[in-house]
């Protein structure tokens, strides 16, 4: 019977021994994984900020075909939300705070005792956005109880977090990796004067140089207090589709003729009829789908002038947009009518420079 009773206060000497050690143990956790993208800040920020989105990417979610997901009317920006039940139970994450396109608190609601906080920070380097996710926390007995039993509970919560980076970079990726074409018919385009730059290069240096002559016209323009009255736009003078080369100008346009000096020239577009197409996306779909351009044309019955300069007017641009899916290039090839003789001198001519 002693026996008995020297077991039993070993035992509850244990018992106390270990809840004094659980909890005098620190509660506090934050756990974080970091990934780079080769994505703008900007997309990464709103498709984060978008529960609806999350779908695409949530590790839990991933693991969990059962879960079924509930969104409230608001999605986006602070007080949004989404609850979901699965095998795990239910749960919600609701958005408390935003510093746009740099971070997000939101808060995640297990139906415990205790709310645990979610965190997003976004760090733009080079071309690239540094993002760490994580959670952060206080657990109470109880829960230090089951960490300590489980063991390994902050390395599984690391592991999801980097799937879900790993998934989230698919997703952004591929959310700007697509494109659309608008056949918008025939249109009389006015022209007007533009300041410009001209240079021949390979297809694929093209978007390089483009970039520097648009930059160097935008700083001559704001050295001279000169504003544009339209959208940037690139004239096509000569395309050698066999050696993959191109002859174009990058051009601003701008109210009146301007007498210019240095490397920033004046030209003149003559008003022009044309075939007017949109194209939605990245610019990486251009040089590929203009076949496709001249093919729609000729088979709604028009015919483009030989040798004829189109234009692309990028309406929207990354200084616009950041997300290559929301660029819009409205593009113009000139085609022949009924008043339009066989000598297409305007057309064939490179832009008119200063005088």
């Not at 800040?41 to 978008?50: D, G, P």
Request: with cysteine; glycine share 6%.
């Amino acid at each position: 019977m002693r026996s008995l009773k020297y077991i039993f206060f070993f035992f509850l000497a244990l018992i106390i021994g270990a809840s004094v050690y659980v909890a005098t143990l620190d509660g506090s956790y934050n756990i974080s994984v970091s990934r780079a993208m080769k994505v703008p800040a900007e997309v990464i920020f709103k498709n984060v900020n978008n529960y609806k989105n999350w779908e695409l990417w949530n590790p839990w979610q991933e693991l969990d075909k059962t879960t079924v997901t509930s969104y409230p009317q608001q999605t986006s920006g602070v007080g949004a939300s989404f609850t979901w039940t699965g095998i795990g139970g239910l749960g919600s994450v609701k958005t408390i705070s935003t510093t746009p396109n740099q971070a997000l608190i939101q808060e995640i609601d297990l139906r415990k005792e205790r709310k645990s906080e979610m965190y997003w920070e976004l760090l733009k380097f080079n071309d690239s956005t540094k993002v760490t996710w994580g959670i952060r926390g206080n657990n109470n007995f109880s829960e230090k109880i089951n960490w300590l039993l489980k063991g390994d509970v902050e390395i599984d919560i690391a592991q999801k977090l980097t799937r879900g980076l790993e998934l989230l970079n698919e997703a952004v990726l591929k959310e700007m990796d697509v494109y659309s074409i608008d056949y918008k018919g025939v249109v009389d385009y006015g022209g007007g004067y533009y300041l410009y730059q001209t240079v021949a290069c390979k297809n694929e240096d093209a978007p390089i140089k483009m970039t520097k002559m648009f930059s160097a016209i935008t700083s001559y323009m704001t050295a001279n207090q000169l504003s544009a009255s339209g959208k940037p736009f690139t004239l096509n003078h000569q395309i050698d589709t066999v050696n993959g080369t191109v002859l174009f100008s990058a051009c601003v346009p701008v109210r009146e003729r301007i007498i210019t000096e240095g490397d920033v020239l004046t030209g003149y577009l003559e008003p022009v009829t044309a075939y007017k197409i949109i194209f939605k996306g990245n610019y990486k779909f251009l040089p590929a789908s203009w076949p496709n351009f001249y093919k729609n044309l000729e088979n709604d019955g028009h015919i483009s002038v030989e040798k004829g300069q189109s234009f692309e007017v990028y309406t929207i641009n990354p200084n616009d947009n950041l997300n290559p899916a929301a660029w819009l290039t409205e593009i113009y090839i000139p085609i022949k009518t009924d008043e339009v003789l066989e000598d297409t001198t305007i057309q064939n001519q490179p832009p008119v420079l200063n005088e």
